[in-house]
């Protein structure tokens, strides 16, 4: 039943990235880019604007590689590419 639930989520995120590729970033307020930023598992609240953006549009340009049967390692990747996004290095 999880399984089913990532895939399910996975297929969505697809659906959702498609959409933002074609409409662009630029369509999206600060708000909305740090919100869509959090959805893929960025905590975006330490980075800048410009850095979400950033790290979104490269986001993009993996997603829009993959297939819907490819589901599991887009949610994988989640992981991996927000964990080791470099953080701000704060005193």
């Known amino acids: 039943m999880i399984a089913t639930r990532l895939n399910s989520h996975g297929i969505e995120l697809l659906q959702l990235d498609r959409a933002l590729s074609r409409h662009g970033l630029h369509q999206l307020d600060d708000s909305e880019l740090r919100q869509a930023c959090y959805v893929r598992g960025l905590d975006s609240g330490s980075l800048s ?43």
Not at 69 to 87: C, D, I, R
């Open 49 to 91: 604007i410009n850095q979400c953006r950033e790290w979104l549009s490269q986001w993009l340009q993996f997603s829009s590689r993959l297939k819907e049967s490819e589901g599991s390692l887009l949610v994988h990747s989640m992981v991996l590419l927000s964990a080791n996004y470099p953080k701000p290095y704060r005193h």
